[in-house]
């Protein structure tokens, strides 16, 4: 087959005068190259497109691919990952993860959560703030965990998240709304286990490639996965692969991130991130249907390799979900 390849270059995008925060999501060179060596592997020819406007240039000047591998994360709007798969499905054009409703919907915390809460899945309470009269629904209590509504790569993420009393609660939730020009989202903080689940597949044919505990060292960011702890992983976190056979939470924890991915119509692959509260009751936090693939650094990557799927297979139960779903 001949794979297209759309992705956001950061260096393109540092180069155009953005900031280090407004590039965060997006991908390395190296994370494409690993993509492309990957599918070459598993005798697929490919071709770099680039991120959205080369896309359309290069549908509007006739070309054509029989599958397009697509991680834009795109720049502006509540729906900017949703762009280059809206712009294939223009085009009639096959590609690989979820579709514009799908990564529209999950990219806003708040309504991902009304929806997995309304189909049963565990997840902790929560209020959408854009400004102070929405404090007037919340319906819990202190400590709160603020953060922006629709980013990723823990951006707007830090110490100052967690939030200790209601009197400082607005101050928070403003700085979020001005810096990131989206609402803010809170819930109550929750003090237990922390998990990504990696899945690959789509529909009752979605499966968990695995999964990992979060565990911060003593010189990361107290109690919260931060940007900056994210960012230095190596110095900060240990990731440990959990077994669902002897560990009951983590278990449960992978449960919940399958009924979810399943309940959200999320495709072919990604990561589901799972808290637990005191009790170690594990909730939906949120989910990844676009999830990083730097072969190095990314969780999905770096959890697939402790249970023994090297990244190319990675892709490849990627790539086979889509290629069935599409026949």
Known sequence: MLIGLTYDLRSDYLDMGYSAEETAEFDKAETVAGIEDALQALGHATDRIGHA????????????WDLVFNICEGLRGIAREAQVPAILD?????????DPLVLSLTLHKGLTKRVVRDAGVPTSDFCVYETGEDLSGLRFGAPFFVKPVAEGTGKGCSAKSIVRDRAGLAAACDDLVSRFRQPALIEPYLAGREFTVGITGTGRKAETVGSMEIVLLANAEKGVYSFDNKDNYADRVVYRP???????????????????????GCRDGGRVDIRCDAEQNP????????????PKDSDLPILARMYGVTYTELIRRIMASAVARIK
């Not at 290069?58 to 054509?64: A, N, V």
């Not at 223009?90 to 979820?98: A, R």
């Open 242 to 264: 959990c077994d669902p056979a002897v560990d009951p939470v983590a278990a449960a924890a992978a449960t919940v991130a399958l009924d979810a991915w399943r309940v959200l």
């Open 283 to 294: 909730l939906f936090m949120e989910v990844n249907p676009l999830a990083g693939l730097n």
């Open 90 to 98: 223009l085009y009639d054009m096959p590609y690989v993860f979820s």
């Open 53 to 64: 406007r080369e896309l359309v240039s290069r549908l509007e000047s006739g070309g054509r």
